[in-house]
Antibody, heavy 119, light 108 residues
Framework: QVQLVESGGGLVKPGGSLRLSCAVS????????MSWIRQAPGKGLEWVSH????????LYADSVKGRFTISRDNAKNSLYLQMNSLRAEDTAVYYCARGTAATGVFDYWGQGTLVTVSS | DIQMTQSPSTLSASVGDRVTITCRAS??????LAWYQQKPGKAPNLLIY???TLHSGVPSRFSGSGSGTEFTLTISSLQPDDFAIYYCQHYDFYSPWTFGQGTKVEIK
């Protein structure tokens, strides 16, 4: 069955860095675009970044542009999010999500990993 | 960016009730709209995409309608498993994808 498992979250000081990973199984990873979506505690959902199946197209939300970098390794069935210059407002549960044939729609999500930015 | 506004923010209803949630986009998004359900401590689940297409495995009591800037999610007969938060999301490719603020469906 389709599984997405995030890891790498934790407590980091403002200005620090963190790298999130998403290990997938149960489908042909290289055929699907992927996204990171986050949810601040008690708040709604915010799309963060998108990467196409081949990695050739990458998009970012304005709130993270220039600080976060999305990447993927299709040989390792893994998605990554490198987060630099972290701010308190980046505190959230970060989900990786699989895109459907309709770009921008997400049919499978991981369980999420919590990132807390605090001194 | 396109803003998505849901109403109401909270909805109190009973099992068996017909429930309708509205989502408005700040500009025309044609039918590029999805709906998700989220339960506490869990990831969201896709319910509907392209405004009215039911995702595989989603019960037929869920339906979506609308186009342009106004959309609705309807649950024809609310079941105990449906008490959750519902989010709309636009996926117009020419604008960052954004979600509505969510509508909590709670037990009356």
């Amino acid at each position: 069955q389709v599984q997405l498992v995030e890891s790498g979250g934790g407590l980091v000081k403002p200005g620090g860095s963190l790298r999130l990973s998403c290990a997938v199984s149960g489908f042909t990873f290289s055929n699907y675009y992927m996204s990171w979506i986050r949810q601040a505690p008690g708040k709604g959902l915010e799309w963060v970044s998108h990467i196409s199946a081949s990695g050739s197209t990458i998009l970012y939300a304005d709130s993270v542009k220039g600080r976060f970098t999305i990447s993927r390794d299709n040989a390792k069935n893994s998605l990554y999010l490198q987060m630099n210059s972290l701010r308190a407002e980046d505190t959230a549960v970060y989900y990786c999500a699989r895109g459907t044939a309709a770009t921008g729609v997400f049919d499978y999500w991981g369980q999420g990993t919590l990132v807390t930015v605090s001194s | 960016d396109i803003q998505m506004t849901q109403s109401p923010s909270t909805l109190s209803a009973s099992v068996g009730d017909r429930v309708t949630i509205t989502c408005r986009a700040s500009q025309n998004i044609n039918s590029w709209l999805a709906w998700y359900q989220q339960k506490p401590g869990k990831a969201p689940n896709l319910l509907i995409y392209k405004a009215s297409t039911l995702h595989s495995g989603v019960p037929s009591r869920f339906s979506g309608s609308g186009s342009g800037t106004e959309f609705t999610l309807t649950i024809s007969s609310l079941q105990p498993d449906d008490f959750a938060i519902y989010y709309c999301q636009h996926y117009d490719f020419y604008s960052p994808w954004t979600f509505g603020q969510g509508t909590k469906v709670e037990i009356k």
